[in-house]
């Protein structure tokens, strides 16, 4: 990836040389030119002057190894994608250290205080949601919100859960199918932006099988997260109820509903 800040060897993860998509696209691209020379009546941003550098859902770490001189936090909810973002750090020479880039979950505390933050817009708009009421206590009026997407990840709810949180919000015109997002902290938002309705609470009912009963905690981000999903009801209406201390290993289930209903 050649951006304004230097050419990088970026590789998803894990490395697959057989694997032909590339851990970046035009989203990450556009972000950087806009944060090198402006976009419009945008202009760049200092990075250099702007304080403490905070990227969320930067999806292999292009933006984090990018922009590592400027020492960022990257806050992902993914493994695979910390994990991505190290092994391309360690490949540009960089590495990890906490003096020059900070990898945090979205269960860490956030930077107390953040100038500018980045934001590579998830696909779940759930996702996007608590993350931004995690991050709002900590911007303030002169914080520099910069969004990015493909134009098919951005739509008129993802503008509106930005405005609703954070403060007025407006887009770029569209290059090579990618799209900004400006925001202003504050304003009205401060004030009605309500509470973080994540994660949500609720107790299964007498047809959730063997999960009868009991009462699961849906982060955002994992699939069909204000409900039990049909898939899963059957699955909890088939699986064995006594397992007589076998060793079950609960692959793939998002909230650990089945684990928990077979433990």
């Not at 002057?49 to 922009?67: P, V, Y």
């Not at 806050?75 to 020479?93: C, E, F, H, K, W």
């Not at 960089?94 to 107390?112: C, F, N, W, Y």
């Not at 063997?210 to 898939?231: M, P, Y």
Request: net charge neutral.
């Amino acid at each position: 990836m050649t951006t304004p800040f230097g050419s990088y060897e970026l590789t998803r993860f894990p490395e697959d040389p057989r694997d032909r998509l590339r851990a970046w696209d035009a989203a990450d691209e556009y972000l950087l030119r806009h944060l090198d020379s402006g976009t419009g009546e945008r202009g760049p941003v200092d990075l250099a002057g702007a304080g403490q550098i905070t990227i969320l859902g930067d999806r292999w770490g292009a933006l984090t190894t990018a922009l590592a001189a400027f020492r960022p936090t990257q806050i992902t909810d993914s493994y695979l994608s910390r994990a991505g973002t190290a092994a391309n750090l360690d490949r540009a020479g960089i590495g990890t250290a906490k003096s020059t880039v900070r990898l945090l979950t979205t269960q860490d505390p956030p930077p107390e205080r953040i100038d500018v933050l980045l934001v590579r817009v998830p696909k779940s708009l759930a996702l996007l949601e608590d993350q931004l009421y995690r991050l709002a206590p900590h911007v303030h009026a002169g914080t520099v919100v910069v969004g990015t997407g493909m134009v098919k990840e951005i739509h008129t709810s993802t503008l509106n859960l930005f405005e609703k949180i954070l403060g007025p919000t407006r887009t770029s015109l569209a290059e090579k199918k990618a799209r900004l997002i400006f925001c202003t902290p504050g304003g009205a938002a401060t004030a009605a932006r309500g509470e973080d309705p994540w994660p949500v609470t609720y107790k299964l009912d007498q047809d959730a099988g063997s999960g009868a009963g009991l009462t699961a905690v849906n982060h955002a981000g994992i699939f069909c997260a204000d409900r039990l999903d049909i898939g899963t009801r059957f699955f909890l209406q088939s699986i064995p109820t006594n397992t007589d201390g076998a060793r079950v290993v609960d692959l793939g289930c998002g909230n650990g509903i089945v684990g928990t209903a077979v433990a």
